[in-house]
């Protein structure tokens, strides 16, 4: 369920109508809808009222400002990977001690400015990081709340690009190491031990191995304890998958459900960061058809949006929802199964293919499910300007992100001296 529907003959964000919000900020763009990040929020916190938790939103899938001032409105805390994006959080009104610092290659400078500020905690993924950051707290006679990223080995059974809890992962220290590190973390000045931490994969649409990661960790805090460690939370990372296509991915309350069950009476609050779940399908991608092609009996939409601005289809094979707008079609239309594709010098330059579509030029396309990982992984690749963002609140749309321009692109780069007269 999401605040997409079709209502008049076309689809709606909220309500908007998308081909209005086309007309007037141009395309390809990107449109949110408040209400479904919030309520995509609330599919958490509700779960979860009646026990201890944090919801930190893993911001990576979409960071647009407005989007993080409205989840921090609504109570959420962040999950964030760079300096950048909490620099993010802090302009956006969000408070830093609802903060988990995730990431396997955090520089002391980024240490910190988190210290500096107060998150809540620093997710260590490897015992090196763990010597530097008790050395930068301890320069700055601070002392930084740390949980050790445990990498499980646990088979996310999700695209081998986005699986991070595997043997063969860069992510977190090996379950098997982590006793030592705990103990190592407990000599360490500037460091106190806050929590425990795994993120095993994105787009997980199966509960076991989620719960399977969980067991090893308890398992692991039974031994912590066993040293004299309290650990006062659990943070099970993101991960749960969305509907793209057919997948029928559980309901955050169903897994909620299980780990509250077994995480009864341990004492440890719950740390969650999720990501596309409450992203993706908060947004889709509006592209117009700029012509239509045929080669050799196989038909091509080339439409205005490309693998730059929504890279998951070229990246991943990633399948996104791609719908007319407008439900009638044009008078004239072409019905075939087509390429979507853009107009980026790359045979990989595509949004979906074999796409049975009834279409003509001008016609505007939504792309489904682009509230997350869209934008933000979007590039100004063959120099194409980034697309705007427009967040929707009910009847408004707010302008969150104008459209790039070239001045824009060039504003950064120089010109070489002339080197002589001539
Ligand atoms: C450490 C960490 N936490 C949270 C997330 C968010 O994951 P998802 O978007 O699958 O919920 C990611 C990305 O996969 C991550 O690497
Ligand atoms: N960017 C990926 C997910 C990566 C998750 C980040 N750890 C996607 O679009 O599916």
Known sequence: MDHFNQAGGQLM??????????????????VYSKATFLRHLAAYSDALSDYPHL??????????????????????GFDIVSQGELERV??????????????????PGEMRRALDVGIYCFNVESEAELE?????????????PV???????VDAGTHPYISTGLRDNKFGIAHQRALAVYQRAAELPGIHISGIDCHIGSQLTDLTPLMAALEKLLELIES?????????????????????????????????????????????????????????????MLTRVNLLKENHGKHFAVVDGAMNDLIRPSLYSAWQRIVPVMQAPTPGATHARFDVVGPVCESGDFLGKDRELTIAPGDLLAVRSAGAYGFVMSSNYNTRNRAAEVLVD??????VRRRETYADQFALESLLEPTDAS
């Open 132 to 144: 530097t950051l008790s050395q930068v707290a301890s320069d700055m006679g601070k002392t930084a």
């Open 147 to 153: 949980s050790i990223r445990v990498n499980p080995d």
């Open 90 to 107: 802090l302009a956006a009104g969000g408070d830093p001690q609802k903060v988990v610092f995730s990431g396997v290659g955090k520089q």
């Open 394 to 399: 009910g009847d408004q749309a707010h302008l």
């Open 224 to 284: 912590i304890a066993g040293l004299g460690i309290q650990l006062d939370h659990i943070d099970l990372g993101g991960g749960l998958g969305v509907p793209y296509q057919d997948e029928q991915p559980p309901h955050p309350s169903e897994y909620l459900t299980l780990v509250k069950a077994r995480l009864a009476g341990s004492g440890l609050k719950l740390v969650l960061e999720p990501g596309r779940s409450i992203a993706a399908n908060a947004g889709v």
């Open 55 to 76: 919801v930190c939103y893993g911001m990576k899938a979409n960071s647009n400002l407005a989007v993080l001032q409205a989840l921090a409105a609504a109570g959420s």
């Open 13 to 30: 964000a909220e309500d908007c109508s998308l081909a209005d919000l086309a007309e007037r900020f141009g395309t390809p763009l990107f």
